[in-house]
């Protein structure tokens, strides 16, 4: 039974009504907000049964990983089942859910993914600290990318990593860049063909068929219209220079 008051907010250009148990979930929103419409875009209501699926997921994650289950909250719990649900929804926008994060730089964007704990937040931070006002964190964990015949777009999310790092606003996507750990700085461009897997590899995968499919076509059409990089690096002050030179 739902207990809370439904609220709208605007992601990518879309207005999305949700219908929540736990009031944090408008809490966590709040910078994305917007008022209701009689006709939204995308409905979804977040039930006790999805929340239930997040806390058994995290609990076979833990156990998988050989750690204590970590006693998370029930409505943290229901961010969770709000993002697994309006994960899919963007995909009839040509919208997809990518895991990384993104940072502007004079109005561009620049995207970088690796998988979890190799650095890319740390290498966003680095961004910030060189180019200070220049620099508009986007996203720092989960943005939003707009696939158009111009080009992508990267929008901020409430869904932002563990530092609650993002701004709700939209920028030209520039460049993508896969970083890898090393004890040097280094940046080379990379064909299609070699980012297309680590592209899927940090994208947001639907279980269902036709959503699956969807996702595939718009991330090749993503991929060809942007620049795309691989970068080994040391996470020193250097590396962001040698990254944003790289790409620029």
Not at 12 to 37: F, V, W
Not at 153 to 171: F, I
Request: one cysteine or more; charged letters at 25%.
């Amino acid at each position: 039974m739902q207990t809370e008051k439904p609220f709208c907010i605007r992601l990518a250009g879309r207005t999305i009504k949700i219908s929540p148990l736990h009031p944090y979930l408008r809490t966590y929103c709040r910078a994305y907000l917007t008022e209701p419409l009689a006709r939204p875009d995308v409905t979804i209501t977040i039930s006790e049964d999805d929340v239930a699926f997040e806390w058994e997921k995290s609990r076979r994650e833990d156990e998988r990983q050989g750690r204590p289950v970590r006693p998370f909250p029930d409505d943290y719990l229901e961010t969770l089942a709000a993002y697994r649900k309006i994960a899919v929804a963007p995909l009839d926008y040509d919208t997809l859910l990518f895991h990384g994060s993104c940072i502007a730089v004079d109005g561009a964007g620049y995207l970088f993914a690796a998988p979890s704990g190799t650095g890319k937040s740390t290498h966003a931070r680095l961004w910030r600290e060189l180019f200070g006002e220049r620099a508009v964190m986007v996203n720092d964990d989960k943005p939003l990318l707009k696939v158009t015949e111009q080009g992508v777009t990267a929008y901020g999310t409430p869904w932002d990593g563990k530092h609650r790092l993002s701004t709700n606003t939209a920028v030209p996507l520039h460049a993508v860049c896969f970083l890898n750990r090393g004890e040097t700085n280094h940046i080379a461009p990379v064909d299609f063909w070699t980012a297309f897997p680590l592209l899927l590899r940090q994208t947001y995968r639907p279980e269902e068929r036709d959503a699956m499919e969807k996702t595939l076509l718009l991330l090749e059409k993503a991929a060809s219209q942007v620049r795309l990089y691989t970068m080994d690096c040391n996470l020193s002050q250097d590396a962001a220079k040698v990254a944003y030179h790289g790409m620029k």
